[in-house]
């Protein structure tokens, strides 16, 4: 079945520090795979997302995000991060077909001055 | 701004009341998905449309039901209301085929 992992449920960093939210799916066919982020009240905005091609893609806010095959992953990272990045991070993985998209049940993230 | 346009954003009512939740999708988007926020569920798909007919259902209750008419837009509507239906839904939309869904900023409700 269709599934994704995110398995840290809350993270705090320090600002100008690096991030890396964790994210594992499962999914039976070449996954389409996205990170949201939600600001508190909003509603979910695209930061990247991965279809094909380089494993490495970069998205808005300076995140970047790397496709591992292999471990089934798609870790989201960031190499300095600013207090506005506080916000909750979803990973998606969705079908070639757009029927559903898998969230995982998100990371939270703090960033402390 | 995403594009997707939820009305209304707030809404309290009470418990056994019906109400209705629109959807106006991205332009040229022909895909909306709903989804259900809640603190103790996460964020739970609840159906999707593709051009006016049901392409996938996920766990919504059998007291939910939505449309999708033929200008696009969609309405979901809960029914015999709990208060355990109190949460942030959200309309999303694509122009299908595995690509992007963007979210509306979503509709809170308020199950008193």
């Known amino acids: 079945a269709q599934s994704v992992t995110q398995p840290d449920i809350h993270i705090t960093v320090s600002e100008g520090a690096s991030l890396e939210l964790r994210c594992n799916y499962s999914?039976?066919?070449?996954?389409?795979l996205f990170w949201y982020v939600q600001s508190p009240g909003q509603g979910l905005q695209l930061l990247l997302k991965?279809?094909?091609?380089?494993?490495l893609v970069q998205g808005i806010k300076g995140f970047e995000a790397e496709f591992k095959r292999s471990q089934s992953s798609f870790n989201l990272r960031k190499p300095s991060v600013h207090w506005s990045d506080a916000a909750e991070y979803f990973c998606a993985v969705g079908s070639n077909t757009g029927n559903q998209f898998y969230f995982g049940t998100g990371t939270s993230l703090t960033v402390i001055p | 701004d995403s594009g997707v346009t939820q009305t209304p954003k707030h809404l309290i009512t009470a418990t056994g009341q019906r109400v209705t939740l629109r959807c106006s999708p991205r332009?040229?988007?022909?895909?909306v998905y709903w989804y259900q926020q809640s603190l103790d569920q996460g964020l739970q798909f609840l159906i999707q449309?593709?051009?006016?007919?049901?392409?996938a259902k996920g766990n919504i209750l059998e007291r939910f039901s939505a449309q999708q008419f033929p200008d696009l837009h969609s309405e979901l509507n809960l029914s015999s209301l709990e208060l355990g239906d109190s949460a942030l839904y959200f309309c999303?939309?694509?122009?299908?085929?595995?690509?992007?869904?963007?979210f509306g900023e979503g509709s809170w409700l308020t199950v008193v």
């Open positions: 991965y279809f094909s091609g380089d494993t």
């Open positions: 332009s040229g988007d022909l895909s």
């Open positions: 999303a939309s694509s122009n299908g085929g595995g690509n992007t869904i963007y």
């Open positions: 449309y593709y051009n006016g007919e049901e392409r």
């Open positions: 999914y039976g066919a070449t996954p389409y």
